[in-house]
């Protein structure tokens, strides 16, 4: 299990280079997130967040996950600072035995980090700045677990 | 003393992202009221509590909560990561 | 949309780096599945496909999965021949706007792959070597799309 | 005239991944029915064709489909990709 709070690009590709090996998992599911530009006006995000807290808060659904779908492995990366368009925000991977357990711990991992990880992103462009609104569905999407 | 730390709008509205405070609050609640008091910035961020979060300790907590041995509430918007 | 029927090696983090670049998606996802050991005794993983179907069968499979959740982009590849414990057998990369839609499509990806895609794998071992039989809940997977 | 491909133990029981067939069976389950009836071994995979798929022309269909205009049947077991 690794885990990392950056404001460093990272290289998904490179990351998940190795991941799983040795562990005799059949299934390796990853997901990263990019900065989407809707308004096609972003200049950039801003991503600030609770250093210590973060760490803990990853590391506890990170835990549960790896207990609940008995995962072979688990990675985090989750960036904060300021990023263009396009650039990898952040990234999961987890590697299980079969396919639905893969799946599901990456979905769990990704619907938690959405609405427990203390990021709060602001979104800059020539109008100005805003705070982008925290999402009923990203709450809703925490009972199905 | 508790440290008190703000992050987001709640910190921008606030105008600042940490402070000591001097309190005998006994719940979250309290705290929040106390500050209130204090000056209009902080009443105008504390206006909705239900657009608020809270951490104590780094662990997310409730505003009912006892502040009894706690040494670091942390208050913010709902999170946004992922 | 790429899809690649080959019996060379792949590098997932190679196959991966830029994908989805410069569409605005948001959520990546990507499945990679590994040779699995699971008797401790297997030698090899010989994979036996349908020239031609296969390749239809995928791309039929690829564009529906495009259309369903208006990917910005999907890739697969797929092993056949031998193949040692360890090594991918293949893998699937989705690239949507938003998460639910890149999981669930790569989900659908590997359901549909797992039983309407025409290859067959054979265990072999010291003890002889085994047509793997198909899985009823591989079949019933299907139902949920 | 019609192209006839057998896939993993279907191709391994009847001995052989291709043959040209001389028929006039008019649906899948009649050329079943009529390789079945050739040798023991044929009768040995088709056994139960509960157990098989077929693809006509390289699309998976049933085995109560017609053979007018077909090139291609294949015989396989369900299939295990992924």
Redo the contacts between chains.
């Keep these: 299990m690794r885990i990392a709070v950056q404001s460093a690009p990272f290289?998904?590709?490179?990351e998940?280079?190795g991941f799983?090996?040795?562990t005799?998992?059949?299934?390796?599911?990853?997901?990263?997130?990019?900065?989407?530009?809707d308004s096609g006006r972003m200049q950039a995000l801003e991503l600030?967040h609770?250093p210590?807290?973060t760490e803990?808060?990853i590391a506890k659904i990170a835990e549960e996950a790896m207990t609940r779908w008995s995962l072979a492995d688990c990675l985090v990366i989750?960036r904060f600072g300021r990023l263009t368009v396009?650039e990898p925000?952040?990234m999961v991977a987890t590697a299980a035995?079969h396919?639905a357990a893969?799946?599901e711990a990456?979905?769990f991992l990704?619907d938690y980090?959405?609405?427990?990880?203390?990021?709060?992103?602001?979104e800059i462009s020539p109008d100005g700045t805003c705070?982008?609104?925290?999402k009923a569905s990203?709450?809703d999407a925490l009972t199905r677990w | 003393m508790i440290d008190v730390?703000y992050?987001?709008?709640v910190?921008e509205r606030i105008g600042l992202p940490r402070e000591r405070v001097e309190t005998r609050a006994a719940t979250v609640a309290d705290l929040v009221a106390e500050l209130s008091a204090r000056e209009e910035r902080y009443a105008a961020a504390f206006a909705d509590i239900s657009a608020l979060r809270v951490?104590l300790d780094?662990?997310?907590s409730e505003f009912d909560a006892p502040l009894a041995g706690v040494r670091e509430v942390?208050f913010?918007?709902?999170?946004?990561?992922?």
Tied chains: 1, 3.
Aim: aromatic fraction near 12%; glycine fraction near 10%; charge should be positive.
């Design positions: 290289d998904a590709a490179a998940i280079a799983g090996a040795g005799n998992a059949g299934a390796l599911v990853t997901f990263t997130g990019l900065v989407r530009d600030e609770y210590g807290m803990r808060a989750h396009g925000i952040m035995r396919r893969a799946f990456a979905e990704m980090l959405k609405s427990r990880a203390p990021f709060w992103k602001k705070w982008v609104a925290a990203d709450e | 730390v992050f987001a709008w910190r951490a780094q662990e997310l942390a913010f918007p709902p999170m946004t990561g992922g």
